[in-house]
């Protein structure tokens, strides 16, 4: 479909009254009722909690028996060698001074 140069003319003065602000068509009441109450949002305030998460009695067997394997392979108490960042993901550990980081995961499938 093409324009003639008056349609864009018209369109272009247009334009130019709604970037103005100008409000070429009123609403009725009813309308403006209508349009504001399509703009309400529910700006309630929420708050976030955080979901308590149960241990995994799994991951912490687990994790305790690498620190005892690891303690006869290192040959020193647990406590100079073996930091456990996280109790059910994380150890760490040094061997021949160099420093070794063991990670759990378990995945969901």
């Known amino acids: 479909m093409a324009f003639t140069k008056q349609e864009l003319a018209e369109l ?6 709604v970037e103005k602000g100008i409000d070429l068509y009123p609403l009725t009441k009813e309308q ?12 309630g305030v929420y708050t976030f ?4 998460r149960k241990p995994n009695e799994d991951k912490r067997e687990i994790m ?9 392979l ?7 060698t073996i930091n456990v960042t ?3 993901r994380e150890l760490e ?8 980081r ?8």
């Open 12 to 17: 272009a003065e247009y334009d130019k009254l």
């Open 32 to 43: 403006e009722k209508a349009s504001k109450k399509a703009r309400i949002t529910n700006t």
């Open 86 to 88: 996280n109790p059910e």
């Open 93 to 100: 550990f040094t061997y021949h001074g160099k420093k070794y």
């Open 74 to 80: 290192t040959g020193e108490p647990v406590s100079t």
């Open 49 to 52: 909690t955080q979901r308590e």
């Open 102 to 109: 063991v990670t759990l995961s378990a995945p969901r499938k």
């Open 64 to 72: 305790e028996k690498l620190k005892l394997g690891l303690v006869l």
